[in-house]
Each structure stands twice: as structure tokens, then as C-alpha cells.
């Protein structure tokens, strides 16, 4: 298993964008270099999804249903074809891979 272990003296750098998710992405990128970019959560990657910016969707579906939290696909503008390229399972994990087809 690989694991993230960044140097104790690191402090974590947050930037707020609010001119756009292309703003937000072009950002990222400078400052991902040649490493990859992920996005948590609901609404982030919704907006980036809606916006033609997502190459690749990973689901992590638990074991457990919480019964509340916003629906990352509920609200899209239009259709997003999807195509399967990974499929694993750990630990009661299953861990879902698509690629984004535009």
C-alpha cells in the first residue's frame, strides 16, 4: 500500500478561486507540476464534470449507507457517457474506475 507521508514541517496550502473552475484547474495544474489532480467531495467535481474538465471518475462504494450528504450526480446539465476501466475490491471497499468520455 502506498501512503502519503508529506514532511512534518509542510504546512498545507489552500487557495480560494472565484473566477471559474477553469481558473481553479489552471491553478492546479501550476501547482501539481507533473503529479495528477483530484477532486473531493460533491460540488467541485459536479461543477468540473459539468464543465467538461473530469478525465476520470473513482467511486469508493462502502459498506454503509449514511442516509444524507449532497448527490454528486444529481444536478448535471447533461448526459456524461462513462466507460469502466478498473474494478477492485478491499477490505468491504469497492473501488469503481471510468473514464470520462466527451
Known sequence: MVTHNPPADAAPIFTFVTDGVESALAKARDAAGDKSIGLMGADVPRQFLAAG????????LVDVLLGGGRRMFETLPRRVELKQTGLNEDGGVAHVVYRVLQ
Do not use: Q
Not at 474538465?53 to 467511486?59: A, G, H, N, W, Y
Open 53 to 60: 474538465l473530469v478525465d476520470e471518475i473513482r467511486i469508493h
